[in-house]
């Protein structure tokens, strides 16, 4: 929370230029009716404008403008270029995959770079040039400025109460028993969390609170980093509609942070693209999602699955983010672009306006082909009725300490060659149930039938019978960081994992092996350290479909992949699924990317199956209400879809 | 979720930094006076009774003891003894920690529990003491204190151990090796062990450190190498009565395994983090 760090420096203030702590209690008093008090706006931002530091018409917003970001240690530029304005009142997102600058950006106009990096380029908060002057930026964050942070279940400190947690960043002088229930209030909890500690709540609760504590200062620009990536769908919904509500009726300026292009379109006015350390696009919102100017934003969009019908083809972008100094002398998207032309490799290109309000880094902005018609859907194919390849009936776990089962019964099975996807919340048991299957966890009742055999439990099976259901179901876990072993090359694990399988493991194997998840033969003898999260994935793939498994056990395969490489993984599944006639439990909480892999769905609720059906049938008419709910949650870029 | 990239600052390729530097200089020193003490100084223990007991001076600049024997050439002498205790003392119950350690952590169960008790067993006894006992009773002798101070450092690399491998135990990449069905044994020594191997090592340092320090410990009590050898724990005690005489006697002994020892975690420490920065993304 950067609220914490400077309750007493925003109370001294004071001075001209610094409406922090002096606008927060004002502000506070005139939210007390819930609506904000037009002209006590008028009257603060008034003070600020007669003192003459200030920029005209910039009070409660930020600009930045030719922000880069450097490592002097080893003389790498992170990012550069990066100009953007923020005006009071505004919503804006800053969008992009992972390695694109977007929270190196937030956290420079904070002045909260990790150690080692430096940034340059002038930056106005709140009508006052920030960076050069390290001393009113600290005294700003918390007051005039406010971060939210991404992961709920960090940002609170667990031994003490939220009410204490939130009552820090106060400005002076005001009285918590006042000003603690109000921002609860505000933030639509019951006033008697204050009395709770960060453990009691839920994670859509933690992130409120963290709201509550980032408004506290009465800050007139709130910063949020991902507020919403730790969250359930639907949770991510309330907590958005939420912080935009909030915003409007404060009248802040709002920078969003995210990776989720529909996401920024639904919450933000404006938005802003990055990629590889530079600015590719900014506009609208809805004009941007009618049009994009460039070819990146195109692909970045069109690689986010829809959730209302399926495509045949996810249309992924080749390769991957490439460091900003890799690209600094060209286009840094020329590279993945169909478009590309010599001169994009040529010059490093900065943003122009191509129409009001519209920037874009292409150098063919003006020529770029007509927007495409979005991709038709696809009705399933069909697939003759085969064998079950696994038949779990009532399985039911429960966890020591839970209070409720964490698997409460639940049959599901799946033909040969089949690909059934398994939906629900975290909590639902959807990763109990693949675990169970996978001989991970031990099911207190039910039964597995793995190929026919029973697999309920592996420590009863024979070692022959345990080495064939081995061969016949395999599993990829969601953390492409820790699925592999760091201290083994990736050749070494592939051979072995052939081996296992009862597989010739010779070297030319191996690069078969690679070969086939789309990954250089040369990759055999690097670490993991020294891969991207996708190749990290394609690798845990072909480790698992070494031995050419019937079934294959998918674990939230894609969630922690960008959105472009999320298409790639996606896309090597499903061609692996026809390759090898493969049938697939595919775990996932997001309704978008099951909608283009599964055959069939089971939607799971608090350990119990809610509705299950083929995948058109489910999503396209959801008979139960949390399925439709789930549903509902999914961004789809309209304005309305926060409600 | 998504991740920034991380560790940007830390993919720097750093020089040791001076205190490295200088624990490195020292180590350096140690090891050659273990290994070439009987080159170097070949007659440190010849006596010269005529001359007894000097302050530093020409020819000798530490002064001599009251047998009239150099006190730096007893000095480089003394590592020869010092040194190669305390390396069996860390070698060996680190063997036994990762022999016990590893599969406690991996297996659990009866396998976990046994070696715990005996773990908790050996930490209620006052280390020193049961040292001291053992050597007085068994007569004493160098070998016989290594062999102790073994079994009494042993439950700590156990626990050591079997924590960093709990740790590991239920990453992905562990399950994803049972899910290829390789034995209990392969998965304990190819995949979980050299992602634990840089807490053994930084603790085999730790190690050396404190069984330098216990061995001369038992030394000073008489309980390790015999009186009148040129060792850092003996010679300091043979000397405590000549503090006033020549005080440089018992201050370079004390000095040498303070220095030691301090040197030896210096290091340990820093190549923990290099060993342990090797092969990890973030």
Known sequence: MASRADGPGAGNAGGPGTGGGGAGRPEAAGLSGGIRDAGLSGDVRGAGLSGDVRNAGLSGGVRVEGLAVRQPATGRTLLSGVSFEVAPGESVAIVGESGSGKSLTVRAMLGLLPRGLEATGRVDVDGVRVDDDPRTRARQRGGVVSLLMQDPFTLLNPLRRVGRQIADGLPKGADPKVEVPRLLAEVGLPEDVAGRHPFQLSGGMRQRVGLAAALAGGPRVLVADEPTTALDATTQREVLALVRRIQRERDMAFVLITHDLRLAFSTCDRVVVMYAGRIMETGGAAAVRNEQLHPYTRALLAAEPPADRRLAVIPAVPGSVPAHDAVADRCAFAERCSLAVAECLAVGPVPKAVRPGRESACLRATELPAQPAPAPGVTLPFRGLADAVLDVRDLRRTFAGAGRPALAGVSLSIASGEVVGVVGESGSGKTTLARCVAGLERPDAGTILLDGVDCSDYGRLSRTAVRQARRTAQMIFQDPYSTLNPARTIGAALAEALRADGRPAASGDVARLLESVGLGRDMAGMRPAGLSGGERQRVAIARAVAGEPRLLICDEPVSALDVSVQAQILGLLAELRERLSMAMLFITHDLAVVRQIADRLYVLEAGRCVETGSADQVLDAPAHPYTRALLASVPDGSAGWLG | ?282
């Open chain 2, 1 to 282: 979720m998504k991740h920034p990239r991380a560790g940007l600052a830390r993919e720097t390729r750093r020089r040791p930094p001076i205190s490295v530097a200088v624990a490195l200089a020292v180590l350096v020193a140690v090891a050659v006076a273990t290994v070439f003490a009987p080159w170097i100084v070949p007659d440190a223990t010849a006596q010269d009774l005529m001359l007894g007991i000097t302050g530093p001076g020409p020819g000798h600049p530490l002064g001599t003891d009251d047998l009239g024997r150099d006190v730096l050439e007893l000095l480089v002498a003394g590592a020869r003894t010092a040194v190669p205790g305390a390396l069996c003392v860390a070698a060996g119950s680190m063997l036994i920690g990762n022999l016990v350690g590893l599969p406690a952590g991996y297996l659990g169960g009866w396998v976990d529990a046994l070696a715990m008790r005996w773990a908790d067993l050996v930490f209620s006894l006052p280390a020193l003491l049961v040292a001291i006992v053992v050597a007085g009773v068994l007569g004493g002798g160098y070998g016989l204190a290594i062999a102790v101070l073994v079994v009494l450092f042993a439950p700590t690399d156990t626990r050591v151990v079997r924590g960093a491998v709990l740790e590991q135990r239920h990453r992905p990449y562990v399950e994803a090796a049972q899910l290829k069905n390789l034995s209990a044994w392969r998965i304990m020594t190819r995949h979980v062990w050299p992602n634990i191997a840089p807490v053994a090592l930084a603790n085999v340092f730790l190690n050396f450190a404190y069984a330098l320090v216990s061995l001369a410990s038992l030394s000073f009590l008489g309980l390790g190498v015999p009186a009148g050898s040129p060792d850092w724990g003996r010679t300091l005690s043979d000397n405590r009565t000549q503090f006033l005489t020549n005080p440089w006697t018992v201050i370079a002994p004390g000095l040498a395994i303070i220095a030691t020892a301090a040197a030896l975690n210096i290091v340990g420490d820093w190549l923990y983090e290099r060993v342990d920065r090797r092969g990890r993304a973030r």
